[in-house]
Protein backbone atom coordinates (compact mmCIF):
# COMPACT_ATOMS: atom_id res chain seq x y z
CA UNK A 1 0.00 0.00 0.00
CA UNK A 2 3.31 2.28 0.30
CA UNK A 3 4.72 1.30 -3.11
CA UNK A 4 6.16 4.93 -4.72
CA UNK A 5 6.16 6.68 -1.16
CA UNK A 6 9.30 7.22 1.04
CA UNK A 7 9.48 7.05 4.67
CA UNK A 8 12.27 8.58 7.00
CA UNK A 9 13.12 6.27 10.00
CA UNK A 10 15.30 8.48 12.70
CA UNK A 11 17.36 5.67 14.98
CA UNK A 12 16.40 2.86 12.73
CA UNK A 13 19.40 0.80 12.57
CA UNK A 14 18.28 -0.71 15.96
CA UNK A 15 14.92 -1.82 18.15
CA UNK A 16 12.13 -0.14 17.25
CA UNK A 17 12.99 1.93 14.62
CA UNK A 18 14.24 -1.20 12.50
CA UNK A 19 11.16 -2.85 12.96
CA UNK A 20 8.87 0.18 11.63
CA UNK A 21 11.38 0.82 8.76
CA UNK A 22 10.90 -2.92 8.02
CA UNK A 23 7.29 -3.00 8.22
CA UNK A 24 6.82 -0.14 5.71
CA UNK A 25 9.46 -1.32 3.36
CA UNK A 26 7.59 -4.59 3.22
CA UNK A 27 5.21 -2.23 2.02
CA UNK A 28 6.99 -0.84 -0.73
CA UNK A 29 8.04 2.32 0.83
CA UNK A 30 11.58 3.10 0.08
CA UNK A 31 13.32 3.92 3.57
CA UNK A 32 16.18 6.54 4.47
CA UNK A 33 17.69 4.83 7.70
CA UNK A 34 19.71 7.17 10.52
CA UNK A 35 21.42 5.61 13.36
CA UNK A 36 24.55 4.60 14.86
CA UNK A 37 26.64 1.66 14.73
CA UNK A 38 28.67 -0.25 12.61
CA UNK A 39 29.40 1.49 8.84
CA UNK A 40 29.82 -2.08 7.40
CA UNK A 41 26.75 -3.56 9.19
CA UNK A 42 24.78 -0.70 8.60
CA UNK A 43 25.27 -0.78 4.89
CA UNK A 44 24.48 -4.04 4.76
CA UNK A 45 21.39 -3.94 6.93
CA UNK A 46 20.12 -1.36 3.82
CA UNK A 47 21.06 -3.28 1.67
CA UNK A 48 19.38 -6.42 2.51
CA UNK A 49 16.29 -4.78 3.44
CA UNK A 50 15.88 -2.88 0.03
CA UNK A 51 16.34 -6.06 -1.65
CA UNK A 52 14.38 -8.25 0.11
CA UNK A 53 11.47 -5.78 -0.15
CA UNK A 54 12.07 -4.09 -3.71
CA UNK A 55 12.67 -0.87 -2.62
CA UNK A 56 15.36 1.81 -2.84
CA UNK A 57 17.18 2.20 0.79
CA UNK A 58 19.49 4.92 1.81
CA UNK A 59 21.24 6.11 4.94
CA UNK A 60 22.19 9.06 6.45
CA UNK A 61 24.31 9.40 10.12
CA UNK A 62 22.74 12.64 11.09
CA UNK A 63 23.35 13.37 15.20
CA UNK A 64 19.72 13.69 15.88
CA UNK A 65 21.26 15.83 19.03
CA UNK A 66 22.61 18.24 16.27
CA UNK A 67 20.23 20.61 13.92
CA UNK A 68 22.60 21.39 11.38
CA UNK A 69 22.51 17.73 10.96
CA UNK A 70 19.26 17.07 10.76
CA UNK A 71 18.64 19.80 7.50
CA UNK A 72 21.51 17.97 6.03
CA UNK A 73 19.66 14.76 6.62
CA UNK A 74 16.26 16.02 4.82
CA UNK A 75 18.38 17.77 2.22
CA UNK A 76 19.48 14.25 1.81
CA UNK A 77 16.50 12.71 1.67
CA UNK A 78 15.25 15.51 -0.74
CA UNK A 79 17.86 15.01 -2.91
CA UNK A 80 17.70 11.51 -2.96
CA UNK A 81 13.74 10.67 -3.35
CA UNK A 82 12.39 13.78 -3.30
CA UNK A 83 11.26 14.50 -0.11
CA UNK A 84 9.70 12.81 2.78
CA UNK A 85 6.24 11.39 2.91
CA UNK A 86 6.46 9.32 6.37
CA UNK A 87 8.42 10.64 8.70
CA UNK A 88 9.06 8.21 11.56
CA UNK A 89 10.67 9.80 14.33
CA UNK A 90 11.91 7.21 16.43
CA UNK A 91 15.40 8.05 17.46
CA UNK A 92 15.87 8.20 21.74
CA UNK A 93 18.05 7.46 24.85
CA UNK A 94 17.39 6.89 27.75
CA UNK A 95 19.10 7.62 31.58
CA UNK A 96 18.06 6.34 34.93
CA UNK A 97 19.05 8.92 38.38
CA UNK A 98 16.82 10.54 40.96
CA UNK A 99 16.05 14.46 39.90
CA UNK A 100 18.79 15.46 42.68
CA UNK A 101 21.47 12.98 40.76
CA UNK A 102 20.83 13.73 37.10
CA UNK A 103 23.79 14.65 35.13
CA UNK A 104 22.40 18.37 33.57
CA UNK A 105 24.08 17.45 30.17
CA UNK A 106 22.36 13.78 30.29
CA UNK A 107 18.98 15.91 30.43
CA UNK A 108 19.68 18.16 27.73
CA UNK A 109 20.52 15.33 25.64
CA UNK A 110 17.97 13.52 25.98
CA UNK A 111 15.61 16.16 25.54
CA UNK A 112 17.49 17.30 22.60
CA UNK A 113 17.15 13.75 20.55
CA UNK A 114 13.77 12.36 22.72
CA UNK A 115 11.86 15.81 21.89
CA UNK A 116 13.89 18.76 19.91
CA UNK A 117 14.66 16.49 17.31
CA UNK A 118 11.00 15.68 15.97
CA UNK A 119 10.41 19.16 16.00
CA UNK A 120 13.17 19.80 13.41
CA UNK A 121 12.82 16.82 11.16
CA UNK A 122 8.77 18.25 11.10
CA UNK A 123 9.09 21.19 10.61
CA UNK A 124 11.19 20.63 7.28
CA UNK A 125 9.66 17.90 6.37
CA UNK A 126 6.00 19.60 6.53
CA UNK A 127 6.14 21.75 3.71
CA UNK A 128 6.42 19.01 0.93
CA UNK A 129 4.10 17.13 2.72
CA UNK A 130 1.73 20.61 2.33
CA UNK A 131 2.00 20.60 -1.39
CA UNK A 132 1.36 16.85 -1.83
CA UNK A 133 -1.77 16.92 0.38
CA UNK A 134 -0.65 13.90 2.27
CA UNK A 135 1.99 12.84 4.71
CA UNK A 136 2.10 10.85 7.92
CA UNK A 137 4.05 11.89 11.13
CA UNK A 138 4.48 9.15 13.51
CA UNK A 139 6.23 10.38 16.77
CA UNK A 140 7.20 7.17 18.88
CA UNK A 141 6.74 8.71 22.02
CA UNK A 142 6.29 5.72 25.34
CA UNK A 143 3.87 5.26 28.12
CA UNK A 144 5.80 7.53 29.67
CA UNK A 145 4.24 10.12 27.27
CA UNK A 146 1.30 9.29 29.96
CA UNK A 147 2.50 7.94 32.56
CA UNK A 148 5.87 8.52 35.08
CA UNK A 149 7.72 6.44 36.41
CA UNK A 150 10.94 7.44 39.38
CA UNK A 151 14.16 8.12 37.86
CA UNK A 152 12.87 8.71 34.39
CA UNK A 153 12.59 12.74 34.59
CA UNK A 154 14.31 13.59 31.49
CA UNK A 155 12.74 10.95 29.94
CA UNK A 156 9.39 11.04 31.11
CA UNK A 157 9.36 15.02 30.22
CA UNK A 158 10.34 14.89 26.50
CA UNK A 159 7.71 12.04 26.11
CA UNK A 160 5.25 13.97 27.48
CA UNK A 161 6.42 17.19 25.22
CA UNK A 162 6.55 14.90 22.54
CA UNK A 163 2.77 14.28 23.33
CA UNK A 164 1.78 17.66 23.06
CA UNK A 165 3.76 17.92 19.85
CA UNK A 166 1.79 15.70 18.30
CA UNK A 167 -1.34 17.15 19.20
CA UNK A 168 -0.29 20.73 17.77
CA UNK A 169 1.19 19.08 14.54
CA UNK A 170 -1.72 17.30 13.45
CA UNK A 171 -4.37 20.30 14.53
CA UNK A 172 -2.45 22.52 12.22
CA UNK A 173 -2.70 20.00 9.37
CA UNK A 174 -5.93 18.91 10.27
CA UNK A 175 -7.80 20.12 7.11
CA UNK A 176 -5.38 18.48 5.13
CA UNK A 177 -3.90 14.59 3.75
CA UNK A 178 -0.77 14.68 6.45
CA UNK A 179 -1.53 13.14 9.98
CA UNK A 180 0.38 13.00 12.57
CA UNK A 181 0.30 10.85 15.59
CA UNK A 182 2.40 8.87 18.48
CA UNK A 183 2.85 5.61 19.64
CA UNK A 184 3.01 5.05 23.11
CA UNK A 185 4.84 1.32 23.57
CA UNK A 186 5.67 -0.35 27.31
CA UNK A 187 8.23 -2.66 27.49
CA UNK A 188 10.08 -3.49 24.11
CA UNK A 189 13.17 -5.73 24.99
CA UNK A 190 15.67 -3.67 22.80
CA UNK A 191 18.95 -2.56 23.59
CA UNK A 192 17.95 0.31 25.53
CA UNK A 193 15.79 -1.73 27.61
CA UNK A 194 18.49 -4.51 27.67
CA UNK A 195 20.68 -2.16 29.61
CA UNK A 196 18.06 -1.74 32.27
CA UNK A 197 17.59 -5.31 32.74
CA UNK A 198 21.52 -5.70 33.18
CA UNK A 199 21.35 -2.93 35.76
CA UNK A 200 18.51 -5.00 37.44
CA UNK A 201 20.44 -8.20 37.69
CA UNK A 202 23.33 -6.65 38.62
CA UNK A 203 21.36 -4.39 41.71
CA UNK A 204 19.54 -7.49 42.97
CA UNK A 205 21.33 -10.06 42.40
CA UNK A 206 19.17 -11.81 39.81
CA UNK A 207 19.88 -13.95 36.60
CA UNK A 208 19.43 -12.04 32.94
CA UNK A 209 15.20 -14.20 32.84
CA UNK A 210 14.81 -13.37 36.36
CA UNK A 211 15.47 -9.23 35.84
CA UNK A 212 13.17 -9.39 32.90
CA UNK A 213 10.54 -11.14 34.83
CA UNK A 214 10.79 -8.53 37.41
CA UNK A 215 10.27 -5.23 35.24
CA UNK A 216 7.57 -7.18 33.83
CA UNK A 217 5.73 -7.96 36.62
CA UNK A 218 5.50 -4.33 38.24
CA UNK A 219 4.50 -2.58 35.16
CA UNK A 220 3.54 -4.43 32.24
CA UNK A 221 0.15 -6.86 33.15
CA UNK A 222 0.45 -8.93 29.92
CA UNK A 223 3.64 -9.96 31.63
CA UNK A 224 5.36 -10.02 27.94
CA UNK A 225 7.38 -7.96 25.75
CA UNK A 226 5.77 -5.60 22.91
CA UNK A 227 7.78 -6.40 20.20
CA UNK A 228 8.99 -4.42 17.09
CA UNK A 229 7.12 -6.22 14.70
CA UNK A 230 3.81 -5.53 16.47
CA UNK A 231 4.78 -1.57 16.56
CA UNK A 232 5.69 -2.27 13.20
CA UNK A 233 2.30 -3.20 12.01
CA UNK A 234 0.51 0.13 13.90
CA UNK A 235 2.85 2.25 11.84
CA UNK A 236 1.60 0.50 8.87
CA UNK A 237 -2.10 0.87 10.16
CA UNK A 238 -1.15 4.83 10.68
CA UNK A 239 -0.35 5.09 7.06
CA UNK A 240 -3.21 2.92 5.71
CA UNK A 241 -6.28 4.69 4.37
CA UNK A 242 -8.13 3.49 7.14
CA UNK A 243 -6.25 6.22 9.41
CA UNK A 244 -7.05 8.76 7.51
CA UNK A 245 -9.27 10.72 10.36
CA UNK A 246 -6.83 8.96 13.07
CA UNK A 247 -4.93 12.60 13.85
CA UNK A 248 -3.23 13.41 17.05
CA UNK A 249 -3.68 9.96 19.02
CA UNK A 250 -1.07 8.73 21.60
CA UNK A 251 -1.58 5.25 20.78
CA UNK A 252 -0.81 2.55 23.43
CA UNK A 253 0.78 -0.58 22.97
CA UNK A 254 1.77 -1.63 26.55
CA UNK A 255 0.28 -4.67 27.36
CA UNK A 256 -2.17 -2.98 29.51
CA UNK A 257 0.43 -0.78 31.76
CA UNK A 258 -1.55 2.37 31.27
CA UNK A 259 -4.78 1.10 31.97
CA UNK A 260 -3.76 0.34 35.77
P1 LIG B 1 17.49 1.30 20.64
O1 LIG B 1 18.56 1.74 21.55
O2 LIG B 1 17.40 -0.13 20.23
O3 LIG B 1 17.52 2.16 19.30
C1 LIG B 1 17.69 3.55 19.32
C2 LIG B 1 18.08 4.01 17.94
O4 LIG B 1 18.31 5.43 18.00
C3 LIG B 1 19.39 3.39 17.43
O5 LIG B 1 19.28 3.20 16.04
C4 LIG B 1 20.42 4.46 17.76
O6 LIG B 1 21.57 4.40 16.93
C5 LIG B 1 19.60 5.70 17.48
N1 LIG B 1 20.14 6.89 18.12
C6 LIG B 1 20.47 7.09 19.44
N2 LIG B 1 20.96 8.33 19.61
C7 LIG B 1 20.92 8.94 18.39
C8 LIG B 1 21.29 10.20 17.90
N3 LIG B 1 21.81 11.14 18.72
N4 LIG B 1 21.13 10.47 16.60
C9 LIG B 1 20.64 9.54 15.75
N5 LIG B 1 20.27 8.32 16.14
C10 LIG B 1 20.42 8.02 17.44
O7 LIG B 1 16.14 1.80 21.33
P2 LIG B 1 14.61 1.43 21.10
O8 LIG B 1 14.14 0.76 22.32
O9 LIG B 1 14.39 0.79 19.77
O10 LIG B 1 13.97 2.88 21.13
C11 LIG B 1 13.42 3.52 19.99
C12 LIG B 1 12.41 4.56 20.45
O11 LIG B 1 11.33 3.92 21.11
C13 LIG B 1 12.99 5.57 21.44
O12 LIG B 1 12.46 6.85 21.17
C14 LIG B 1 12.49 5.06 22.78
O13 LIG B 1 12.38 6.08 23.72
C15 LIG B 1 11.12 4.52 22.37
N6 LIG B 1 10.58 3.55 23.31
C16 LIG B 1 11.24 2.39 23.61
C17 LIG B 1 10.68 1.49 24.49
C18 LIG B 1 11.33 0.19 24.86
O14 LIG B 1 10.82 -0.47 25.78
N7 LIG B 1 12.38 -0.22 24.22
C19 LIG B 1 9.45 1.77 25.08
C20 LIG B 1 8.81 2.96 24.75
C21 LIG B 1 9.39 3.83 23.86
Not at 61 to 79: L, V
Not at 169 to 191: R, Y
Not at 208 to 218: G, I, T, V
Request: net charge neutral; with cysteine.
Amino acid sequence: ILRGKTALVTGSTSGIGLGIARALAEQGANIVFNGFGDAQQIEKLYTDIGQEFGVRTAYHNADMSRPDQIEAMMAFASDKFGGVDILVNNAGIQHVAKVEDFPAEKWDAILAINLTSAFHTSRLALPGMQRKNWGRIINLASVHGLVGSAGKSAYVAAKHGLVGFTKVTALENAHTGVTCNAICPGWVLTPLVQKQVDDRAARDGMSNEQAKKALLSEKQPSGEFVTPEELGALAVFFCSPAADQVRGVAWNMDGGWAAQ
